[in-house]
């Protein structure tokens, strides 16, 4: 990402009331749905689930913009979502 995005995307969180704490905020809960994405596709990869698509990525890139783009709810809901399919693989597995 270039600075000039960050730049324009920081000044207009402040212009929407966001203060620096709840900007640090939101960056540390999209690094930790990013990392955690990260963790769920590897276990997706390594038990061979064959999940596919924008959710099931190794773009850590990709993840972090997408979280930048919803609220907590959506970004927490996508995380169980993804930890619901793998205990579904993971049941699957043990038959």
Not at 44 to 53: S, T, Y
Not at 58 to 71: E, I, K, L, P, Y
């Amino acid at each position: 990402m270039s600075r000039i995005p960050v730049i324009a995307a920081i000044a207009a969180l402040f212009t929407a009331g966001m203060g620096w704490s709840e900007l640090a905020r939101a960056q540390a809960n999209c690094d930790w749905y990013a990392n955690t994405a990260l963790q769920q596709q590897k276990v997706n990869a390594d038990r061979k689930c064959g999940f596919k698509g924008q959710s099931w990525s190794f773009d850590r890139s990709a993840h972090m913009v997408w979280c930048q783009s919803v609220g907590p709810d959506q970004w927490k809901r996508q995380a169980q979502f993804r930890d619901q399919e793998l205990a579904k693989c993971a049941g699957n597995s043990r038959r």
